[in-house]
């Protein structure tokens, strides 16, 4: 449901676009705009397309989560003239191809270790994966349990419940432990740690071209089922 309804952004789709993506340092905050999800989109990219060549990535060290004046400033320019070279292309190429052909020289990854605030700053440019650079991008709980960085798996595969598992590397659970997993899952079953997803479906976009029809009209009551439905899942302990 979640794929289909356009609730996970798609590779295919972004490619659509020209990304600049403007990417603050928020992470000493616990902002909730981490700073990984300029990678798990470049992912979704790759993974859907074989490349990245829309997407760059402006890092900013310093200054919160909004980036200064001048990095605002160059981001609208750049941003402007390649949108402008997409428009005057005239080729018979798709318009995912326009945008990586028409791309400009400034729409380049770097880092920045102020905010950008000045010309003077956004010409101290770093190269994103240099370690002079101060800005470190972080990873989150998924994928410390061995999700992938794209983010776009939201119901895991299943595997038996087997506490012996070498998935568990020695962990040992009492009584009480193994009672909640196993009150938890389904009868035998638990979560893989490897993340493998059931496969994301087809977006509502995709669906369209494809049938030629518009998305089913919700049915009444839909939204508070399923509410319902989320609320009675998931309810360990």
């Known amino acids: 449901m979640a794929y289909g309804a356009g609730l996970v952004v798609d590779g295919k789709q972004l490619a659509k676009v020209a990304i600049i993506d403007l990417r603050g340092n928020q992470n000493p905050a616990g902002d909730i705009h ?3 999800r300029s990678w798990g989109q470049r992912e979704r ?7 990245h060549g829309n997407q760059v990535i402006w890092a900013t060290a310093t200054g919160g989560l909004t980036p200064g004046a001048a990095m605002l400033r160059k981001a609208f320019v750049t941003m402007d003239a390649w949108l ?3 428009e005057a292309d005239s080729s018979a190429r798709s318009l995912e191809e326009k945008i990586v052909a028409n791309k400009p020289s400034p729409a380049h990854d770097f880092c920045l270790n102020t905010n950008g605030a000045t010309d ?6 770093l190269p994103l994966d240099s370690a002079a650079c101060l800005l470190k991008f972080q990873s989150s709980p998924r994928q410390a349990a061995g999700g992938p960085i794209s983010e776009n798996i939201l119901k895991c595969s299943l595997k038996p419940l087997d506490f012996l598992s070498t998935d568990y590397n020695g962990v ?7 009672a909640a997993l196993q009150r938890c899952s389904p009868p035998g079953v638990r979560l893989e740690h490897a993340w493998r997803g059931t496969g994301p479906g087809r977006s509502v976009d ?5 049938t ?9 009551g839909f939204d508070q089922r399923l509410r319902g439905k989320v609320r009675g899942q998931g309810q360990c302990g």
Request: charged share 30%; aromatic share 4%.
């Open 34 to 36: 981490s700073n990984w």
């Open 45 to 51: 990219l790759d993974h859907a397309n074989g490349h």
């Open 84 to 86: 402008a070279a997409v």
């Open 120 to 125: 003077a700053q956004v010409l101290d440019e």
């Open 172 to 178: 040992l659970f009492d009584a009480n432990q193994k």
């Open 206 to 210: 995709d669906l369209r071209r494809r």
């Open 212 to 220: 030629g029809r518009t998305a089913a009209r919700r049915p009444a």
